[in-house]
């Protein structure tokens, strides 16, 4: 496992990552089929006429997919204030041909400045696991709870240890290294974020929508690479990633896993 980063070390990253990608899927995420994967996945759990937070959107590249797509109202706030210019900026780019309406402001997912119950949909994607413990974690999952009307949805995607071990338990069986978890995160424990985000938030399902994904690009990609010295296993743009994304997911071995809770009341 990488050091952990302290927490002025993990928003440096994030600003030096808004400066260097702009507008590109790279500044949350260097796995561009990853993200689309996932945008996929929630996407199909927007209604039109939703009103969404999506907490830690980053520069907006999948929020403004989120309102492409749906009729929806999304507000998208983002802890670095370098993520949430451009994502203004990407917003004014596509002003008139949006099917929804997007707002970005900064904020932070452990003191909402939101009002009670105010959401039907809140999004969370790779937010928690940048927190510096489960105590925080678990205060943005209340905070989340928080601005979710009775019944409404908490959509949170996170890359967990349970996932992540397992791939690396399955790349173990055919002689590669293990990918260490990075020092900027904190994946989470799923049966421990199921048990904290109780009695507010109940779990309805545990997506594993990147387990093909991450078998196909983390295991078969570098045992090909042996043979086939031209592969650049570290290309997440490369046909072949682009064609394992195309498959459907099975199988418990994706790091990436999204948590579909509902509110209480």
């Not at 702009?22 to 209604?47: C, F, K, M, T, Y």
């Not at 969404?52 to 749906?70: E, K, M, P, W």
């Not at 105010?118 to 105590?135: E, P, T």
Request: proline share 4%; hydrophobic share 45%.
């Amino acid at each position: 496992m990488s050091e952990r980063l302290t927490l002025e070390e993990i928003r440096e990253f994030w600003t030096r990552q808004a400066i260097e990608h702009g507008g590109a899927p790279a500044a949350s995420w260097s796995d561009v089929h990853a993200i689309d994967l996932e945008v996929r996945q929630l996407v199909a759990r927007l209604q039109d006429g939703d009103r969404v937070l999506d907490v830690g959107c980053a520069n907006g590249y999948s929020t403004l997919q989120y309102a492409a797509a749906r009729r929806v109202n999304v507000r998208g706030l983002d802890y670095i204030p370098g993520m949430v210019a451009e994502a203004r900026r990407r917003l004014a780019e596509l002003s008139g041909r949006l099917a929804g309406e997007a707002s970005f402001e900064v904020g932070d997912i452990t003191a909402l400045a939101e009002p009670d119950a105010a959401y039907d949909k809140v999004v969370v994607v790779r937010v928690l696991i940048n927190l510096a413990d489960f105590a925080r974690q678990v205060t943005a999952l209340k905070e989340c709870a928080r601005v979710l009307r009775p019944g409404g949805l908490l959509l949170l995607s996170e890359a967990t240890l349970q996932g992540w071990r397992r791939m690396n338990a399955f790349r173990a069986d055919w002689g590669l290294t293990e990918i260490p978890m990075p020092g900027f995160n904190t994946y989470l424990d799923e049966e421990a974020v199921v048990e904290a985000a109780r009695p507010e938030l109940e779990l309805l399902e545990i997506a594993n929508f990147a387990s093909t994904y991450f078998v196909l690009t983390r295991v078969l990609k570098p045992l090909l690479a042996k043979v086939a010295p031209t592969v650049d296993v570290a290309d997440p743009a490369s046909n072949f990633n682009r064609w394992a994304a195309s498959l459907p997911a099975a199988g418990d071995y994706g790091t990436q896993k999204m948590f579909v809770f509902r509110r209480a009341g």
